[in-house]
């Protein structure tokens, strides 16, 4: 069935393009390196990490999860992040879900404890948001966390990312389902500055 509209952004567009390192001064957010799955399978094991996101990983499963990247920035459904400094890493930043056909994407996001209380997170969430506005030029881009996580949403309000609803008891986690916060951003709304 043929469709009515154009694609938001073209097909190809995130493919014909090399993954970008984002530099915000004393961070950077760079792809994945496999010399990282050791720092992500411990990342993985901190307990608030672990809630949020459900999930836990051995070295070899990070080195799994680090692997399909690049795989899924070809096949232009997604792209993740290391967010480091001088000293290691301090998280990850990822587009977890891509729709270039709707100008779609949906991101998340983590921050180990030591670089808490930092302004990591939503420096991060800032760099990504402009970028993939300016340069891949989507149309809106999602974030979702549980309505318990506090953090998590001040991290989305801080970086711009307006919240719309409740998507009521939509994410299951170790302790039962969570009602979760939807924020977005558009891309004609106001400027970020990282």
């Not at 004393?26 to 949020?52: F, G, M, T």
């Not at 998507?167 to 709304?189: P, Q, V």
Request: glycine share 6%; proline share 6%; hydrophobic share 40%.
């Amino acid at each position: 069935m043929p469709l009515q509209v154009d694609p938001a952004v073209a097909p190809g567009t995130l493919a014909r393009l090399a993954q970008p390192v984002l530099h915000l001064h004393d961070v950077v957010l760079r792809p994945w390196r496999a010399s990282d799955a050791a720092v992500v399978a411990e990342a993985y094991s901190e307990p608030s990490i672990q809630h949020w996101h459900a999930r836990s990983m051995t070295k070899d499963e990070a080195r799994a999860w680090i692997d399909s990247w690049p795989g899924r920035w070809d096949q232009e459904s997604g792209g993740g992040w290391a967010v480091v400094n001088p000293s290691g890493l301090l998280g990850q930043i990822s587009l977890r879900r891509l729709s270039l056909k709707e100008g779609l994407a949906e991101v998340s996001y983590w921050v180990l404890p030591a670089a808490r209380g930092h302004r990591v997170a939503t420096r991060a969430l800032r760099t990504l948001s402009t970028w993939v506005f300016d340069e891949l030029n989507l149309h809106r881009v999602e974030l979702a966390h549980s309505t318990l996580n506090p953090a998590s949403c001040h991290v989305a309000e801080n970086a711009g990312y307006t919240l719309e609803g409740v998507k009521r008891s939509e994410s299951l986690h170790t302790d039962g389902w969570h009602d979760m916060h939807l924020h977005a951003r558009l891309i004609d709304d106001a400027p970020l500055h990282p």
